[in-house]
T-cell receptor
Framework: AQSVTQLGSHVSVSEGALVLLRCNYSSSVPPYLFWYVQYPNQGLQLLLK??????LVKGINGFEAEFKKSETSFHLTKPSAHMSDAAEYFC??????????FGAGTTVTVRA | EAGVTQFPSHSVIEKGQTVTLRCDPISGHDNLYWYRRVMGKEIKFLLH????????ESGMPNNRFLAERTGGTYSTLKVQPAELEDSGVYFCASSQDVRGEQFFGPGTRLTVL
């Protein structure tokens, strides 16, 4: 069965520091992989999506993620955190293009 | 263009009562999805509509949950009777194509006392 694990339910970073959010999946076949972000009182917004075209995926707001099949990982990074990046981030996988399976989420706090 | 909207934003009911959640997808989106996040858990898929037809309701917890999408526009999710474990945030999403990006609404926070 497919599953997604996000390491760390809370991450605190200083403004300007690297943001690294970890996501590992378990699957016998390559999945589609996603990162979503939820700002307070808003819906989930797609940050980026991996569909096997390229292992390094660039998303919105300066985020990117790298698919590593050997490590079954899809970690999300941003070189320099901004205060506006404070939100909850979700990694998700899909095998049939519509049913998303989500990780538990990681809340990012940015310190001034 | 308006996004996915959900009503109400919050609902507090007592165990045994009935609650109906509503989702208005983005205009023209044939695909509509319901997801749920129970406190401290992952967001879980509930079901998928294509227009007015249920394509996949494998995630529906039990027969106390009834989803409809009359006319293929807005959708409702009724919980009857509500139980304590039904508390959580219910998200709706829509997409133009089944492989397209799912756009999520802000969710309805349901609290069952």
């Amino acid at each position: 069965a497919q599953s997604v694990t996000q390491l760390g339910s809370h991450v605190s970073v200083s403004e300007g520091a690297l943001v690294l959010l970890r996501c590992n999946y378990s699957s016998s076949v390559p999945p589609y992989l996603f990162w979503y972000v939820q700002y307070p009182n808003q819906g989930l917004q797609l940050l980026l999506k991996y569909t096997s075209a390229a292992t390094l995926v660039k998303g919105i707001n300066g985020f990117e993620a790298e698919f590593k099949k050997s490590e079954t990982s899809f970690h999300l990074t941003k070189p320099s955190a901004h205060m506006s990046d404070a939100a909850e981030y979700f990694c998700a996988v899909s095998f049939n293009d519509y049913k998303l399976s989500f990780g538990a989420g990681t809340t990012v706090t940015v310190r001034a | 263009e308006a996004g996915v909207t959900q009503f109400p934003s919050h609902s507090v009911i007592e165990k045994g009562q009935t609650v109906t959640l509503r989702c208005d997808p983005i205009s023209g989106h044939d695909n509509l999805y319901w997801y749920r996040r129970v406190m401290g858990k992952e967001i879980k898929f509930l079901l998928h509509f294509v227009k007015e037809s249920k394509q996949d309701e494998s995630g529906m917890p039990n027969n106390r949950f009834l989803a409809e999408r009359t006319g293929g526009t807005y959708s409702t999710l009724k919980v009857q009777p509500a139980e304590l474990e039904d508390s959580g945030v219910y998200f709706c999403a829509s997409s133009q194509d089944v492989r397209g990006e799912q756009f999520f609404g802000p969710g309805t926070r349901l609290t069952v006392l």
